[in-house]
């Protein structure tokens, strides 16, 4: 269906940023591409439009039934990481509503407030088009797209949005934590930066947000002994560490880095960086988050 397959890279995009799961996103599409094979492609008047309304719809039902199941997740839950074309650094709002601390963020909404917020901040959308998606009047529109504005405003965290510095600092945390340098580590963060670690019960991590350097920088320590390495890989299905290596990547328009051993991503890492310091670091584990990226 040339039609539908013109505007599935879009229907993808905003599946993904109301729902933060790439594998949610792609199952609503799915769902989209079945509702629209049944059809009359003839009786649709602007058939972008009616895929949005699907596709959005579809999400926010979605994103309604994760949310129970997202409160009894086994430590902290995180987005999933998804690679980025190229093209969306050059759309600042397509690119900021991408980067995993915004996610994260967009997490504390309500289902209705996130989408509105996604397809009018991301995607500018008319707000008459939005009422006529999510089925509420364009005044409680209006009103839903301000109350999730001044949220997201309250709660998003600034990060230094200057590319090249990002993948210079980013490029210095791999070399210290690699070679074990703890204090080139300290020197990166900000005095309060905490580690979010995401394994879900399903890939050993830290249950709980780890928080100031000294503390940050000795659990990243502990974790890369031999020792808590092989505990890990039981952990995930892997018996032993089968050439482990790491790799620079572009997640959620921002440089992350990859962590592949046996021919698979076992885990990442993105960064927060604000005035130059690192701020967050988000530590994504579960392998049911990460098995759709390519190993390094």
Do not use: C
């Amino acid at each position: 269906m040339p039609t539908f397959e013109d505007h599935r890279s879009l229907l993808v995009a905003v599946a993904y940023r109301i729902l933060g799961s790439v594998a949610d996103a792609e199952d609503v599409v799915q769902e989209a591409w079945l509702r629209w094979s049944g059809v009359d492609e003839s009786a649709v008047e602007d058939p972008k439009a009616y895929l949005i309304t699907v596709t959005t719809r579809l999400a926010i039902d979605r994103l309604r039934s994760a949310k129970s199941r997202r409160e009894s997740y086994v430590g902290p839950w995180l987005p999933e990481p998804i690679s980025t074309a190229p093209d969306v650094a050059e759309h600042a709002e397509l690119a900021d509503s991408v980067e995993m601390a915004m996610l994260v963020v967009l997490e504390t909404l309500s289902p209705l407030e996130r989408a509105v917020f996604v397809l009018r901040e991301a995607f500018d959308l008319p707000f008459a088009e939005i009422a006529e998606t999510i089925g509420r009047t364009e005044a409680a529109t209006r009103q839903l797209a301000r109350r999730a504005r001044e949220h997201v405003r309250d709660k998003r965290p600034r990060f230094d949005v200057d590319q090249g510095e990002r993948r210079r600092i980013t490029e210095r945390f791999l070399g210290a934590s690699t070679g074990g340098d703890l204090d080139a580590l300290i020197e990166l963060f900000s005095d309060q930066v905490t580690i979010v670690s995401d394994g879900g019960g399903k890939a050993r991590a830290a249950l709980r947000v780890i928080t100031g350097a000294e503390n940050v920088g000795r659990y990243l320590q502990s974790i890369r002994t031999p020792a808590n390495i092989a505990k890990f890989m039981v952990s995930i299905g892997m018996a032993e560490v089968e050439g482990m290596s790491f790799a620079l990547a572009t997640l959620n328009n921002a440089p992350a880095i990859v962590i592949s051993a046996g021919g698979r991503v076992v885990s990442v890492l993105s960064l927060l960086i604000s005035d130059g310091k690192i701020e967050t670091i988000y530590l994504m584990a579960n392998p049911d988050k990460i098995g759709h990226l390519q190993p390094a």
